[in-house]
């Protein structure tokens, strides 16, 4: 069972599971289109309790401004490895297919939305002029 899914039935719109066989497509092809945070965390990890349901509240706020991708590392080891995740909750975020920033532990409300508003900025700062 996905952790998320049974603490947070109720999963905002722009909020999803991802492994390792959607990766590609889910988060670093959909990045292209728009932001995508990839929250890295595990069911044993307290501090990923906690983070989880701010990155939910944060991704309603935004409503489609970014998505939120969740990765549940037990079972998707490569994609912590390939990030070189040292710990867990890691939140990475992708943006036109490439990993442009990461934060690690539990931050508060305030640091999240000034994390969210940065790269959604740069998001639209590297479109094409005519797609902007």
């Given at each position: 069972?996905?952790?998320?899914?049974?603490?947070?039935?109720?999963?905002?719109?722009?909020?999803?599971?991802?492994?390792?066989?959607?990766?590609?497509?889910?988060?670093?092809?959909?990045?292209?289109?728009?932001?995508?945070?990839?929250?890295?965390?595990?069911?044993?990890?307290?501090?990923?309790?906690?983070?989880?349901?701010?990155?939910?509240?944060l991704v309603r706020e935004?409503?489609?401004?970014?998505e939120l991708a969740r990765?549940?590392?037990?079972?998707?080891?490569?994609?912590?490895?390939?990030?070189?995740?040292?710990?867990?909750?890691?939140?990475?975020?992708?943006?036109?297919?490439?990993?442009?920033?990461?934060?690690?532990?539990?931050?508060?409300?305030?640091?999240?939305?000034?994390?969210?508003?940065?790269?959604?900025?740069?998001?639209?700062?590297?479109?094409?002029?005519?797609?902007?």
């Amino acid at each position: 069972m996905h952790l998320h899914h049974a603490l947070h039935p109720d999963q905002p719109a722009h909020a999803y599971d991802v492994e390792e066989a959607n990766f590609d497509e889910r988060v670093v092809a959909r990045s292209h289109d728009v932001p995508v945070l990839v929250d890295i965390g595990a069911e044993w990890c307290s501090p990923c309790l906690v983070l989880a349901p701010l990155l939910e509240k944060l991704v309603r706020e935004y409503g489609g401004r970014f998505e939120l991708a969740r990765v549940d590392a037990d079972e998707n080891m490569r994609i912590a490895g390939r990030h070189q995740v040292r710990g867990f909750p890691t939140v990475i975020a992708y943006s036109h297919g490439e990993e442009v920033d990461r934060f690690h532990s539990t931050k508060p409300m305030h640091f999240l939305r000034e994390f969210a508003d940065k790269v959604i900025a740069g998001h639209g700062a590297g479109l094409a002029p005519e797609q902007a």
